[in-house]
């Protein structure tokens, strides 16, 4: 029995468990990967982050190099290892959870290889990428047109055909298609909604200097700000006309597909020899079995920092409580306060 099970070893589970630690609280860490960052080793291979080094650290240690450089995957996977080894955490790498029951006090963890984990309360840092999400109603897609999630993509030259169609607008979606652009493929990117875009850099400073100074990225979700910015997730440093200029072909909305032909919701078809589905990712929350804390469609239901269930924390999704809960360099914000709410939270409960 420990006090705290913490399933997730990323970001945000590391972050929680410095917090825990700091306050005194025996807690584990149950992570389903082989070694801390496998997540980040397996993207695609010029993965950087938009958000440089300074805004890149977990609580207690700044993420090193060039305060504002914009660290590749590599390095974030080795600052992570890193991370928990400076700081001592109490880490289980290859313990995939597999389900989870009880109650308040009495809560039960079922790892894959069948051990039964006791905790007295448990926090949720699996994160919101865990499943990619690929649309269903779009048609039949030719057994010739290849197709990969942007999760699978690694580079240009795994990628078949000359014609590729990127699905998906966001930052993913413009960093894939414009890569595959500058190694002459044609390319069309799909956007479902035109987004709004931020250059990298704003008068000489890197545009999160700005969203931090001014406060943009404690933004509160349930503000009127939050709301607003929610709505529009912007994509930043590949403005419309780079993306232009890179080869690549702009396209609304995928509307229908049949065979290699793509159709939009407004200009010609056009033909296609592959599809990234650039789409997102949704939470996977299935294996959490406790009725109370899930809503009709299986999510888990949030509320802050905690769920609908007594003992039961989440920390790390997007938008849980500010803009930025789910990134590297500002999911510390949250742990924090979530640790301090679990622990009133234990000294009510005695």
Known sequence: MC??????????GLAVAYELARAGLDYQVFECGIEIGASWTTRWDSLRLFT???FAGLPGQPFPGARWSHPGKGEVAEYLRGYREVNSLNVRTGAEVKR???ALGHFALTLESG??????RVVVATGPFAVPVVPADLGRVAADVSQIHSSDYRRPSLVSGER????????SGCQIARELAGAGRKVMLAEGRRLPRLPQRVLGRDIFWWLATFGLMRVPVGSWLGRRMRAVEPVIGQSRVTLR???ESLRNRVASIDGNCV???AGPPARVDAIIWATGFRA???WVKLPQALDSSGALRVDGLRSAEPGLYVLGRSWQTNRGSALLGFVGRDAHALVRQLVRDAQRDK
């Open 115 to 120: 051990e039964v984990v006791r905790a007295s």
């Open 284 to 286: 996977d929350d299935r």
């Open 245 to 247: 200029q890179a080869g």
């Open 52 to 54: 440089p080094s300074r």
């Open 100 to 102: 989870l029951v009880g």
């Open 164 to 171: 590729v169609l990127v699905v998906g607008g966001g930052n």
């Open 3 to 12: 006090d705290v099970a913490v399933v997730g070893g990323g970001q945000s």
């Open 263 to 265: 159709s939009f919701a």
